[in-house]
């Protein structure tokens, strides 16, 4: 569909001022309950990218030499705003994105707790010290801010992704340039206004929209210290292959395929709502969305029944209009059409189908209805490959130890849970699969700020992750201080 002047064109901020561009290419903002066009995004130049970057080094070294208390008073005031204006955010994420109500509320929440864990940051870069290291020699460590940072997020979390990166990235004391997905570029635009309302000094938060030649010029460009990224596997490692090789520092987090394991002491209704949260939540469009099912034992055939009850009841619809939804749309006709064909091929490979999100869904929109399929097994494309959709995969391994052969095989890392009552079986499973977070009856064990979100495998590549003190680490390095002070020659002086 050709775009006219009617939709309006998403801003771009650089060096405290809002620029609207007028040329170039641009991109559709859909909302995706109904398919129709509510904005356009520009799609950006790396001449674009590099006006930021001489935005934000400029704007470097007066906010990297406030003390860290002040910065934190930015902070505080930001948590502040972000408080009153929090469900005004999360209807937003609603029309940009398609989730229910209750998902952008999560979304948005889950992006405040970071900027609460970033008021602390005066106590977070607190370094070490040693008296008397060596014969009149002391020691002690300090943590500084990089430079000028860069973050690329994904569509999936509007709020909660991009303020996994630069509220920590800024308290840290660098200055910041964000390329949110141009597929919903609203929310952040709006996060952004709310940071200039706080008291943030122009330049320090930048937003830069587009796509691979912005995303290239990030990663190549001489005045960017570190980059975050949020992504498909395929573009994470591409963004942490090309930004190391131009002497970046890189954490680059990717997709996944997450097992949920029910053993037969499981409470079974306890693990359906968590499975249907975690397989169907954001209509499976997240990296720790549960899609791979795996009942052991006599539980699998009652656990197949219930759990397709459930699914046959879920309720769906446009999430913009309506808080009385259960599931919503997929992002646009791009994903709607490649989830089908996913379901198509799996089909074609022989599965069964207990609950077929082809049909009955509503005609206006991109959606597709929650999907269960069984007689999975380990070799075939629907278990390796991210589908990133509404597509629950049923797998029926023979024991626990099975179980754990079958996961160990996937070639991504983000997260798995179980279900049971069983202290030794939970303790077997955390300890012997090959992954960075794993739920004990938790349908999606995504930690929270406190703590970093730590996938492995080909679901991460980097070596600190996003969140946490391993964030702290990540936008800072550590610089050592040794000190001596010669007593001999103190008394020489007299003193």
Not at 252 to 274: F, H, T, W
Request: proline share 6%; hydrophobic share 40%; with cysteine.
């Amino acid at each position: 569909m050709d775009l006219t002047a009617d939709y309006e064109t998403v801003p771009m901020l650089i060096g405290g001022k809002w620029i609207s561009k007028t040329d170039g290419s641009f991109g559709n903002v859909y909302n995706p309950s109904t398919g129709e066009i509510i904005a356009r995004t520009p799609m950006g130049t790396a001449l674009d990218l590099d006006q930021a970057v001489q935005a934000a080094s400029a704007a470097f070294p007066a906010w990297s030499q406030l003390p860290a208390p002040k910065r934190a008073d930015v902070l505080f005031r930001y948590r502040y705003l972000l408080e009153k204006e929090m469900e005004a955010i999360a209807r937003l994420i609603t029309i940009e994105n398609g989730k229910t109500i209750e998902e952008a509320r999560g979304d948005i929440r889950r992006g405040f707790e970071v900027v609460e864990f970033a008021c602390g940051i005066a106590q977070l870069l607190k370094g070490e010290n040693l008296s008397q290291l060596a014969s009149q020699i002391d020691g002690i460590t300090m943590r500084e801010p990089l430079g000028v940072c860069a973050g690329i997020s994904p569509f999936n979390f509007p709020a909660m992704v991009p303020m996994w990166m630069f509220p920590l990235a800024i308290a840290c004391g660098n200055t910041f340039i964000l390329k949110p997905s141009e597929k919903v570029p609203l929310t952040a635009v709006r996060l952004a206004e709310m940071f200039q309302e706080a008291g943030l000094p122009d330049g320090v938060f930048n937003i830069v929209h587009g796509g691979k030649e912005v995303v290239d010029a990030i990663c190549t460009h001489p005045g960017i210290s570190a980059i975050s990224f949020v992504g498909s596997s395929h573009i994470a490692k591409y963004v942490y292959s090309l930004g190391t090789a131009h002497g970046k520092r890189v954490q680059a987090g990717g997709g996944a395929k997450n097992v949920q394991l029910v053993m037969p002491d499981a409470d079974p209704e306890s693990a359906i709502r968590a499975i249907t949260g975690a397989a169907f939540g954001c209509a499976g469009q997240r990296c720790m969305a549960g899609s791979l099912l795996m009942g052991i034992g006599e539980i699998a055939v009652p656990l197949k029944e219930r759990l397709s009850i459930v699914m046959n009841s879920l309720k769906m619809g446009d999430t913009s209009a309506s808080d009385n939804i259960d599931m919503g749309p997929v992002i646009d006709d791009l994903a709607q059409n490649r989830i089908l064909k996913c379901i198509d091929q799996a089909i074609e490979k022989g599965v069964g189908v207990v609950c077929d999100g082809r049909n009955n869904i509503p005609e206006k929109g991109f959606f597709v209805g929650p999907t269960l399929i069984e007689q999975v097994l380990p070799e075939m494309p629907v278990f390796q490959e991210e589908i990133f959709g509404p597509v629950l995969s049923m797998l029926s391994p023979k024991s626990l130890e099975e179980a754990i052969d079958w996961l160990n095989r996937l070639p991504f890392g983000n997260g798995a849970t179980i279900y049971t009552t069983n202290g030794a079986a939970a303790r077997q499973f955390s300890q012997g699969v090959k992954c960075g977070m794993i739920g004990v009856n938790v349908g999606v064990p995504a930690p929270m700020a406190l703590f970093p979100f730590s996938g492995w495998n080909d679901s991460f590549y980097g070596d600190l992750h996003l969140q946490g003190t391993e964030g702290v680490m990540f936008f800072t390095r550590q610089k050592v201080v040794l000190s001596r002070w010669d007593n001999n020659y103190q008394r020489s002086q007299g003193w």
